[in-house]
């Protein structure tokens, strides 16, 4: 089994809203696509559409601080809604109406708690090379498990198997690099050949 991570983006828009019946709605972004952000030894980004079959297919909360014994919501209660839309993953949350989840609700209120982030396992991903830069993981398609309001950023960038990934990605490129030197030395080597044998050189 893959390992979970987290991610938190900064920036982000998470807000309380009330809708009509006055219930608190949550609502934010758990994730941006296409921005950049370093984790050490690699830069990353989420690609569109990473999350628009999990969305549909799995069953995903709503918690605080990535702390299963406080849920938010739930998208299979209808609690919690997911969209990807122009943006990134667009989320938005019906807390419980309970002396704990008020209190929390606040802090977004106030503007305490700014910020959110997602647990997830990646199921595809393609790694880049580029000149003069940290390599560069994009992150194609995910299992999503939840998202969390989160009191401080959250970046994890120590996962052995992620850098397992990465060092095979590197010597996948190295070998293909050295095998297409190869193959340009046996070709030349051919041509010259060929054209030795034509001026009757041999």
């Not at 920036?11 to 758990?30: K, N, Q």
């Not at 606040?106 to 390599?135: A, C």
């Not at 498990?145 to 850098?163: A, I, N, Q, R």
């Not at 041509?191 to 030795?196: A, D, I, P």
């Amino acid at each position: 089994m893959k390992k979970l991570e987290k991610r938190t983006y900064s920036d982000m828009d998470l807000a309380v809203e009330t809708r009509g019946d006055g219930m608190p709605v949550i609502r934010g972004h758990a994730a941006v696509f296409d921005t950049i952000a370093s984790g050490g030894w690699f830069r990353e980004k989420v690609a569109p559409g990473a999350f628009s079959e999990s969305i549909k297919a799995d069953d995903i909360r709503a918690l605080w601080n990535h702390d299963t014994s406080i849920v938010l919501g739930r998208n299979r209660a209808q609690t919690l809604s997911l969209a990807e839309d122009t943006r990134g993953l667009a989320v938005e949350i019906t807390p419980p109406d309970t002396a704990q989840a008020r209190d929390l609700v606040e802090t977004i209120r106030r503007g305490d708690v700014s910020q959110m982030s997602f647990g997830f396992q990646v199921l595809r991903q393609t790694w880049v090379e580029e000149e003069d830069e940290k390599d560069l993981r994009v992150i194609d398609k995910v299992k999503l498990w939840e998202v969390s309001p989160v009191t401080f950023p959250f970046y994890e960038d120590t996962d052995v198997s992620l850098k397992s990934s990465h060092q095979e990605w590197r010597a996948g490129r190295q070998s293909a690099a050295g095998r297409a030197r190869k193959n340009i030395i046996y070709r030349r080597r051919l041509e010259l050949t060929l054209r030795q044998q034509q001026r009757g050189g041999i």
